[in-house]
């Protein structure tokens, strides 16, 4: 998916159930990167006050957001329409959890493309109709697809390990395969 087509996206995702979620994630994005509020309102043309305003920490004195005003926001801070759009995903965690705003690069990395990768692999199964393709296969697609990326992280991260532990011997798989041996 090009960014013309996340920016799409991402105004058709953002309603009002969305935008809590996504402005909690600008706000901890611009802390971690250290980026002021009035660095955004210099970059995105937002009065000062209205940009303190919608990225007040207290939810209920926020201003509503529009989706115009989010979109200068995400990309004048750096972050991407995939970004933004998996802090909703992830909105409750983000609240309890502030360290889980390190995964968006990798979800929104996986997001990017996705669907049209699909989209291509169920196209390239003979005799199957795209509309034999129900919304009940979703959940458990989805359950199986999470399950993959989870077991995958865990084998990157248990190669990691032994290529560190055979690093420490001096062993000569180190030094063959450091620069490739820790690729998913």
């Known amino acids: 998916m090009n960014s013309s087509a996340a920016s799409f996206a991402f105004k058709e995702a953002t309603d009002a159930n969305y935008i809590p979620g996504i402005v909690d994630t600008i706000i901890l994005y611009a802390r971690k990167n250290r980026i002021s509020k009035r ?3 210099s ?3 937002i009065n000062k006050a209205r940009i303190q305003r919608i990225l007040s920490d207290n939810q209920s004195a926020r201003y509503e957001a529009r989706i115009s005003e989010l979109d200068r926001i995400v990309k004048a801070i750096g972050m991407s329409s ?5 802090s909703e995903e992830i909105g ?3 609240q309890e959890e502030a360290d889980i705003i390190e995964l968006l690069p990798f979800l929104s990395n996986i997001l990017n493309g996705l669907v049209s990768e699909i989209a291509c692999e169920i196209r390239s ?11 009940v296969h ?3 697609m989805r359950k199986r697809l999470a399950k993959l990326v989870g077991h995958e992280m865990r084998r990157f991260f248990e190669r990691q390990e032994a290529l ?4 420490e011997q001096g062993g000569t798989r180190a030094r063959i395969y450091s620069s490739y041996a820790c690729a998913p």
């Open 82 to 86: 995939y970004d933004a759009l998996v």
């Open 43 to 45: 970059l995105t043309g």
């Open 138 to 140: 979703a959940e458990a």
């Open 125 to 135: 199964i003979d005799g199957i109709a795209l509309g034999a393709c129900k919304t």
């Open 164 to 167: 560190y532990a055979d690093m």
């Open 39 to 41: 660095q955004i309102s």
């Open 92 to 94: 409750e965690m983000i």
